[in-house]
């Protein structure tokens, strides 16, 4: 099983910066999803820093999260 998130900053560029349940610290690019329409509004930085963590993963305002399991898989150190 993979861990939760359990903390997010973030950053400039899209960019969120993760501290996961067992400890591990990565920072992930929501660039490559901005063209989603699930994603639109992230394109406003000022939205896109309102992330925040519950259940386990990243969420924003109305709905909008994305798989705990994509941002510890494709997140990098």
């Known amino acids: ?3 939760d998130v359990s ?5 400039p ?3 969120l ?8 610290q ?4 929501m660039t490559p999803y901005l063209p989603y329409p699930v994603f639109q509004r992230l ?3 000022v939205f896109f820093k309102l992330a ?3 259940y386990g993963t990243v969420t ?10 994509t941002l510890y898989l494709d997140s990098i150190l």
């Open 52 to 54: 925040k963590v519950d």
């Open 1 to 3: 099983m993979l861990p």
């Open 7 to 11: 903390d997010v900053k973030p950053l």
């Open 43 to 45: 394109k406003n930085p």
């Open 17 to 24: 910066q993760l501290t996961f349940s067992n400890g591990e």
């Open 60 to 69: 924003w305002p109305g709905d909008v999260d994305i798989a705990p399991e």
């Open 26 to 29: 990565k920072r992930f690019d």
């Open 13 to 15: 560029n899209y960019i």
